[in-house]
């Protein structure tokens, strides 16, 4: 089955509701390409790989939580390893869509709900505060277990090694708030909000010493790790409700 640009564009807008985040670029499509689409390639970044390998796999769209456009780079000329990105997706009329916070944040297809069913997090609720937005989820593990032993379990499913920050590795962990990604600074609304821990991508040097000097259990799991989920349950929805051909494309992105 295939669908046009707009068709496609309007499911994003109405699923992810990117209008209500204040983000750090823009949300939606990013590049232009054909109007119509029969196969969508996802992946986390839009990368040189993850663009040729869109191309190559014959899809007419890409979708993807990391875009081309951040308010922090500014204005850049597209040449060197920038123009390998965008000259490919041009060259071919591959459409390129992105939504960072709006896909960290979805109750069902976010990057924190998809990471927090697949370790057994339950009674899910919005969490963390981007000017105004949830950017995770929180809720309770439908099994405690001892700080080291949920390590453990993110290890196996996020396949990436885990840093924990805990004063006491055998001290169960039943509650925990997820904002995947560089969410460092978070554990503190996990803290004053009583959670037993916090789990995100990365980890800065003063807060593995400041996390457990306040009693919570903060985990990083990698950033892209912690951010593979949530483009593949939007990817499955796609699939499902739009009857369109979708392709992952997975990184060997070890930060």
Known sequence: MSLTRRQLQQFFSQLL??????????????????????????????????????????????????????????ARPIVGPYAKRVAPLVKHDVNLFAYHLPLDGHPEVGNAAALGRLIGLEQQQPFGDYQGSPTGVKGVLAQPMAAALLRQRLRQVLEHEVLLASADPDALVGSLGIITGGANSEWRQAAREGLDAYLTGEMSEHDWHEAQEAGIHMYAGGHHATEQFGIQALMERVRSELGVECFYIGSDNPA
Not at 41 to 46: C, G, K, M, P, W
Not at 57 to 73: E, M, R, S, T
Request: proline share 3%; net charge negative.
């Open 17 to 74: 509701q990117p209008e209500s985040y204040a983000d750090y670029g823009p949300n939606g499509l990013q590049v232009e390409g054909g109007k119509r689409i029969d196969r969508i390639a996802f992946a986390v970044s839009a990368t040189a790989d993850s663009v040729a390998q869109a191309v190559a796999g014959g899809a007419q769209a890409l979708v993807v939580h990391h875009g081309l456009f951040w308010k922090f780079h500014g």
